[in-house]
């Protein structure tokens, strides 16, 4: 393999694997609806008479089960293809950790709006559509402010970049430069 073939290969192999991992996606939601796997979850789940505790539980266990099994799939696109072609410095342990931190952000940002998704449901019928989106409209400009304040420093650490670099913002944003986790970092202002 020449060095010109090892980036077609690379991202050849990173679309075979996303494209995998819809394909299983897929077949996920698939089995969740042809049997009665969805049923027999929401029977395990039903600790409670409450139905927004219970649709909790539900989405819990749902988000578990799609996490372990995934996780074959995201280890071989996300830590060993990296290494193989190396392109990654993280350790199985910091990829982990990652992948923790992801899941427990995502959780944090899903839950509220999973709570506002079922109480649209419950309260508007039919009409949930509408005030769901005017929330997730709102609370994706919301997002879009907070997120390099509140959710980038979880996962990069930036530092100031020297005067006169060509990536220093010119409209007074700050200047930033993302800490490289991969051989394969860019910059952000």
Excluded at 3 to 13: F, G, L, M, N, S
Excluded at 40 to 52: D, F, G, K, M
């Amino acid at each position: 393999m020449t060095t010109a073939d090892r980036p077609k290969r690379y991202h050849r192999q990173k679309l075979l694997l996303a494209l995998t991992g819809t394909a299983l996606g897929w077949g996920y939601l698939l089995l969740l609806v042809l049997t009665s796997a969805s049923a027999r979850l929401v029977e395990i789940t039903a600790y409670s008479p409450n139905p927004y505790l219970h649709f909790l539980l539900f989405g819990l266990a749902l988000g578990l089960i799609v996490q372990v099994y995934a996780l074959p799939l995201s280890f071989t696109s996300g830590y060993w293809l990296e290494h193989k072609y190396s392109l990654s410095n993280q350790t199985i342990a910091a990829w982990g950790w990652e992948r923790l931190k992801g899941s427990l952000v995502g959780g944090v940002i899903g839950l509220p709006l999973a709570l506002v998704f079922y109480y649209c449901l419950r309260t508007f019928g039919a009409g949930w559509w509408l005030p769901v989106g005017v929330v997730l409209f709102l609370f994706s400009i919301v997002l879009g402010r907070l997120a390099p304040v509140l959710i980038f420093p979880l996962f990069y650490k930036f530092e100031p970049l020297d005067k006169g670099h060509p990536f220093q913002g010119a409209s007074g944003s700050w200047p930033a430069r993302w800490d490289c986790k991969s051989r394969a970092c860019s910059a952000s202002t």
